[in-house]
């Protein structure tokens, strides 16, 4: 598995329940430029639009050898199956939850595949918690490799 971009934002915002894989739809110089590690997923963000789910506002740098013009932040399509769309969907109907982008990877058969999670937004406080569980595990860590 050879990662490409990580959203290291998404677990520090949301509070994750549920992980997804999914395909992207690219073209063959967008697929070309994540090779050389060209993209990021920093910002964007997943909507759902006429039964499907887009990836929005991802870049993916221009192909410097390639002559295909596009758009380095074009909405991509992912693919999951109907099932997984149905559950997801069920989810952000009910209110509260989102879809969240986690990381871009290429997988062992060489595949282009986005992670996401399914989750609720964290508020202010759950903020704090988190930054202090965080400090609390890296002293612990080094409390123990002291000794």
């Known amino acids: 598995m050879k990662k490409i ?14 992980k997804v ?11 070309k430029s994540l090779r050389i590690n060209t993209g990021s997923i ?16 991802s870049y993916i740098k221009k192909y410097s050898n390639s002559n295909i013009n596009y758009d380095p932040n074009r909405n991509r399509k ?6 997984q769309l149905n559950k997801i969907s069920g989810l952000i109907k009910q209110g509260g939850f989102s879809i969240v ?3 871009l990877y290429f997988n062992d058969n060489g595949l282009a595949k986005l992670q996401f999670g399914i989750g609720k937004g964290k508020k202010k406080y ?5 930054i202090k569980e965080k400090d609390w595990n890296l002293k612990k860590r080094r409390l123990l490799k002291d000794n």
């Not at 395909?23 to 697929?31: I, N």
């Not at 920093?42 to 506002?57: A, K």
């Not at 992912?78 to 099932?83: D, N, T």
């Open 5 to 18: 971009a990580d959203n290291s934002r998404s677990s520090y915002d949301y509070l994750i329940s549920e």
């Open 21 to 31: 894989e999914a395909g992207l739809v690219l073209t063959g110089a967008e697929v």
């Open 42 to 57: 920093r910002s964007s963000y997943i909507i759902e639009r006429d039964g499907e789910l887009w990836l929005s506002n």
């Open 78 to 83: 992912l693919l999951i199956s109907k099932k």
């Open 101 to 103: 982008p986690i990381s």
């Open 126 to 130: 759950d903020k704090r918690q988190s």
